[in-house]
């Protein structure tokens, strides 16, 4: 119901634009956040962001390198990533949260995409 698309390789410094469409639902009424997972590693919040848009959240290391949005009429999310960094490179997954206002919190995530691979060189 969630399909995250984007991902690709990049170079240090280069920018990718992640989407995230939902299908079969609408997650209008739903905060909306992107995770990522490196390898070894646990899942973790990367940004949110409200019902409407009104509301953003970010991981301390992606504050002015990336930007979340949406687009309730197209039942999309994007995550843009700029400035990417070798540190960067993860599966990144969107999710739909349980309530309106966002959440950092993976607990408040109940629907999951698949995953996209970012993979940034150095």
């Known amino acids: 119901q969630l399909q995250a698309s984007g991902g690709g390789l990049v170079q240090t410094g280069g920018s990718l634009r992640l989407s995230c469409a939902a299908s079969?639902?609408?997650?209008?009424?739903?905060?909306m956040g992107w995770f990522r997972q490196a390898p070894g590693n646990e899942r973790e919040f990367v940004a949110a962001i409200s019902w409407n848009g009104g509301s953003t959240y970010y991981l301390d290391s992606m504050k002015g390198r990336f930007v979340i949005s949406r687009d309730n009429a197209k039942n999309t999310v994007y995550l843009q990533m700029n400035s990417l960094k070798p540190e960067d490179t993860a599966v990144y997954y969107c999710?739909?949260?349980?309530?309106?206002?966002?959440?950092?919190?993976?607990?408040?995530?109940?629907?999951w995409g698949q995953g996209t691979l970012v993979t940034v060189s150095s």
């Open positions: 999710a739909a949260g349980r309530t309106a206002t966002a959440s950092t919190r993976l607990s408040q995530y109940n629907y």
């Open positions: 079969g639902r609408t997650f209008s009424n739903n905060c």
